[in-house]
Structures are given as structure tokens and as C-alpha cells.
């Protein structure tokens, strides 16, 4: 059966088999998912991002339950997203602030994607958060570049299993 | 009380005054969540970026229960991330396959960095799926470029509410 011409990615090496196995472990998109697959992980790294600390803070932006919110961070820590650092107000007992670790910020690129595949949903509504590089005012750009510096469309993509 | 740097989006315009407000439906990273935010959804999509059309290699590949992946694919296709084409294999009945649309192949750098993040996550087991630009070889990347090329990083960058 002729393979019909596609744009998708163009699989190699054991990935091109695809249809041939279906054991876990292999697929960091559901890596990534299980720490921050839900919409209540995903709305606290949000808030995150925009520079929220505070356990308050995080609750009133983000309208989770206390319960819910505790929860989620209290997995994000052991996850090794964030880490909890203690401080005190005046006059008050030490609470805990929590900041994204190194790990926590490498998922910029997954944020920054969400909010622009989000703009594109409601482009018609002129809704959406503009994300601009503040050192030239340009506007942050929704591709994928290879390490010479090339906009990689979809179809210039080859995927490989690693580590086997 | 006086902000500690921290290494965030800087916000601007509406969004700097991110604590005093929490209405609804501004955030494109939970319109991009209500279409694409579960484990199944983002696994079939997996498969589409990885050349599967067919719904027998959709349900073997991801796993998925026959039910929930009729119920995730017709649920792409109503969001219009997929469209369903007919074909037919000689002697057998009219079937559909399943392709990305526009819509659906913009989330391309979304599958990009969640691949890319989830990578660095089993970094140490040197599993996961390697991205090369199939024109120069390259990695690809899992940076944030604007418009001039810069890479920009997450404390270069800035973000402001479109719309409002």
C-alpha cells in the first residue's frame, strides 16, 4: 500500500516502526505530562511564570481550592519543579514561598507554545498574551529552530529514538 | 514590601496587575489545555505527528480503549485540530482516516517542547526521542526565538494581554 505524502514527522530507525511496539517508558511527551498533564498543574506554572510565589497568591489567580493547590505543589516540589524557600513578614510566623527550580523554568518552551497555539484558538477575539523579547521589542515567534539557527517546519523534522 | 528578582516573565500593561484579577477566559494556555490538555489527547496527537491516520493503528499505538479513542478523535475533529477523510481498501467497506489540520498541525512546537522537556527529565537513562532538521542535521532545539532570531530566554521576556 503506497504510503500517502504527509506533513508530519519524518520517522527514523527504530521510531519508523512504530506500528510494531507499544511498550511504556519510551515517550517523553508522557514524561512530561505526568508531572504537568492536568489543567490545575498547568495554571499554577502559569502564575509561576508571571512571578507568583505565595501560597495565597496562587490560590486567588488561579481559583483552585486550597486543598487542590496544596496538593499539586506539594508534588511539583517532590517532582523538582519547585522548591520551597521559608520567609517572614513582620510580626508573623515563617511561611514558605515556593520558586520554579532550574527544571521548573526549562518548561519556558512548553508555556510559551501553550500560549501561542492558545492566541491562534481565538485570534478572531484579538484575546491572548503577546510575549515580546524585551532586549529588541521583537515579538516572540511560535517555531521550532535546529541549533544552526533554521526555522524547522514540521515536515523538516526527522524523529529518532534515543538510548536504543 | 520589596520584589526579590527571580528569574520570571516579566509582565506589562493589565497583566502586571496579574493579583487583582481573576476573571475567566483570557489565558491561552487554558484554551490550548481544554483542546489538547489529557494524557489521550496528547498521545493520539503524538501518533499524528508521527504519520498515523488509521483508527486501528491509532487504538494499537496509544493503547487507548476503542470508546475513548472514538470519543477523543471526534472530539479533535469538532474542535477542528483533525478531519476525517474517507478511503477504501480493495474489497472492503468506505472507512475514515484521521489527518491533521492547519489548526491541528500548529501544535507543532507544542509536541517540540513537551518532547524536549521530557527528554531532559530521563536525561541520565539517555532515553528519549532525538529532533534533527532533516536539511542540515542539526538538533533542534528547545529554545525560544523572536522575530529578530534572538534565542530569548525567560527573563527577557516580557508579556502583556492582547485584546484589553
Known amino acids: 500500500m503506497a504510503e500517502i505524502h504527509s506533513d508530519t514527522i519524518e520517522t527514523?530507525?527504530?521510531?519508523?516502526?512504530r506500528s510494531e511496539w507499544k511498550d511504556g517508558g519510551w515517550c517523553p511527551?508522557?514524561?512530561?505530562i505526568d508531572l504537568v498533564g492536568t489543567?490545575?498543574?498547568?495554571i499554577l506554572i502559569r502564575e509561576f511564570f508571571f512571578g507568583a510565589r505565595r501560597f495565597d497568591d496562587l490560590v486567588r489567580?488561579?481559583?483552585?481550592?486550597?486543598?487542590?493547590?496544596?496538593?499539586?505543589?506539594?508534588?511539583?516540589?517532590?517532582?523538582?519543579l519547585l522548591e520551597r524557600r521559608p520567609y517572614q513578614e513582620p510580626g508573623q510566623r515563617t511561611r514558605n514561598e515556593y520558586v520554579l527550580t532550574d527544571?521548573?523554568?526549562?518548561?519556558?518552551?512548553?508555556v510559551a507554545a501553550l500560549i501561542q497555539f492558545g492566541n491562534s484558538l481565538a485570534e478572531d477575539r484579538g484575546q491572548g498574551i503577546e510575549l515580546t523579547h524585551d532586549q529588541c521589542g521583537?515579538?516572540?515567534?511560535?517555531?521550532?529552530?535546529c541549533a544552526e539557527g533554521h526555522d524547522v517546519p514540521l515536515e523538516e523534522t526527522v524523529a529518532r529514538l534515543a538510548g536504543r
Open 12 to 17: 527514523a530507525g527504530a521510531l519508523a516502526q
Open 29 to 32: 511527551i508522557e514524561r512530561t
Open 39 to 42: 489543567r490545575s498543574a498547568m
Open 61 to 80: 489567580r488561579t481559583g483552585l481550592t486550597e486543598a487542590m493547590a496544596s496538593r499539586r505543589l506539594a508534588q511539583m516540589v517532590s517532582d523538582g
Open 103 to 110: 527544571l521548573g523554568r526549562h518548561l519556558f518552551p512548553v
Open 138 to 145: 521583537a515579538p516572540i515567534e511560535p517555531a521550532v529552530h
